[in-house]
């Protein structure tokens, strides 16, 4: 019979959740949770990032901390931007005549009104493709800066914990 104690327990999450791995394979597993964070599957990054990050065998924490990079006030200006800027002239999509006016009578409606999702569906429509391509290639070109970035945070944590752990400091001598 197993006896569940501390040890155990901390020994079962550390196998699960991967915190023993390299530099390399946590920095890749935040550089999978940063593409899954800012990728045009919204609502499923989450879910996609631990699935894979399972897959894989990466640090679950770590894709974790990717995928919540892309905080509630950098979602609507990002999709914004990677839409219209990325997107848009890929597809060769351009703003239709009116879509301003169409965007500000949506505010007249209430969302619990079934007219103000078809409106919505209506306008939104034509920017799928150019949403789902511009999202993609800005989740990719994140991901691509995100994963140096967090192999020097992981290196330099890892050198920092080293010095303090196994080689304290020797007290000067006066």
């Not at 327990?9 to 890749?28: F, G, M």
């Not at 409106?119 to 800005?138: A, D």
């Not at 140096?148 to 752990?165: E, K, Q, Y």
Request: aromatic share 12%.
């Amino acid at each position: 019979m197993i006896r569940l104690t501390k040890n155990l327990i901390r020994r079962w999450l550390e196998q699960l959740l991967h915190v023993a791995d390299t530099p390399e394979r946590t920095a890749a597993a935040f550089a999978l949770g940063v593409f899954f964070g800012f990728s045009p599957f919204l609502g499923l990054h989450t879910l996609l990032a631990v699935l894979l990050a399972f897959a894989l065998n990466l640090n679950r924490v770590a894709a974790l901390l990717g995928v919540y990079s892309n905080l509630p006030w950098i979602i609507a200006p990002y999709y914004a931007f990677a839409t219209m800027a990325i997107g848009a002239p890929i597809t060769r999509h351009h703003v239709p005549e009116g879509f301003r006016a169409q965007v500000a009578a949506l505010f007249a409606l209430s969302v619990f009104q079934a007219e103000f999702w078809e409106r919505i569906g209506i306008i939104l429509k034509p920017w799928l493709l150019p949403y789902l391509i511009g999202s993609t290639i800005g989740a990719i070109v994140l991901a691509a800066i995100a994963y140096p970035l967090a192999l020097a945070f992981v290196t330099s944590r890892r050198r920092f914990h080293d010095i303090l752990h196994h080689h304290p400091p020797v007290p000067k001598q006066r």
